[in-house]
């Protein structure tokens, strides 16, 4: 099967696909020893890998790294997937947003790694946290890597914006400790302006999970201009109140960090203009979260 015939089959079935038969470029958060360097990579290989993806026994890896009181708690290894259906204006990892931009990883290789490190995560009370770009635009190879970290009783966790929420079943919802949540907009006039996407989507995950008892940890980036609306801003507070699992809603200030990976990508960036909210508008933001119970970070 070529590639063309491998995406249309899976934009049939809904599933994932990788070419695996592109130039592999890394962001400033790619690791050198991440991925597969023993893979090859070929087209004679193309229907083999492209059913190893369908098993969710190769997936696509951007990068990972090891962190502290970030990405949920203790100290986690956050695991960076490629692909993402979001072209968020203020993406600080452009260079995650094409699957086909990552590096070929088999569930085996990725938990071998995890389990190197679950002594840390012991010590620590963290785990595991896969992120991306998108993870649940691979949800069969983040399923099987979520199963492999559970029967090594790591604590779990995915970083989504929910858009692909369908994609998660509740299988895998047995295997997450934790989610954290973008909510990026609480109308879906500014959502699509922040996305080029719909809302409803991730509204309808968040329930989901409240609904089924899933601790979330809500993030919310704050962008002057185009998130820092009062009503928008009241929007988003009144609907993570609404979920009775939130634990923790975390502010995130805007910044310009990511703004020289979409000048190396050759993408137009949107918000050379825009600064950094002020300590006001942050604090402003934040009592509006708390108005309505809700602890911030
Ligand atoms: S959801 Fe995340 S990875 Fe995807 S475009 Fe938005 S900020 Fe970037």
Known sequence: MNATAAQREADEVGAPVVELGVPLV?????????????????????????AQMRAGELGSLHSWELVTAVDGPGTRLTTFLSGCPLRCLYCHNPDTMEMRRGEPITADE?????????P????????????????LM??????????GAKELGIHT??????YLGAHCTDAMLDDLDLVLLDVKSGDEETYKRVTGRELA??????????????EIWVRFVLVPGLTDDVENVERVAAYVASLSTVTRVEVLPFHQMGR?????????YELDETPAPSPELV?????????????TY
């Open 138 to 147: 691979q949800p069969a190879f983040v399923a099987r890597v979520l199963r």
């Open 26 to 50: 890394g962001g400033s958060n790619h690791r050198s020893t991440a991925g597969t360097a023993g893979l090859d990579v070929s087209e004679a290989d193309r229907v083999e890998r492209f």
């Open 260 to 268: 020289d990976k979409w000048d190396a990508l050759g993408m137009r």
């Open 157 to 162: 966790a995915i970083d989504t914006s929910g």
């Open 283 to 295: 604090a402003r933001v934040r009592e509006q979260f708390r108005a309505q119970g809700l602890t």
């Open 110 to 118: 990725l938990l071998g790694r995890i389990r190197r490190y679950r």
């Open 120 to 135: 840390i995560f012991e010590v620590t009370g963290g785990g595991l946290t896969i992120s991306g770009g998108e993870p």
């Open 201 to 214: 989507p991730t509204l309808d995950f968040g329930c989901r999970l409240a609904a089924r008892g899933t």
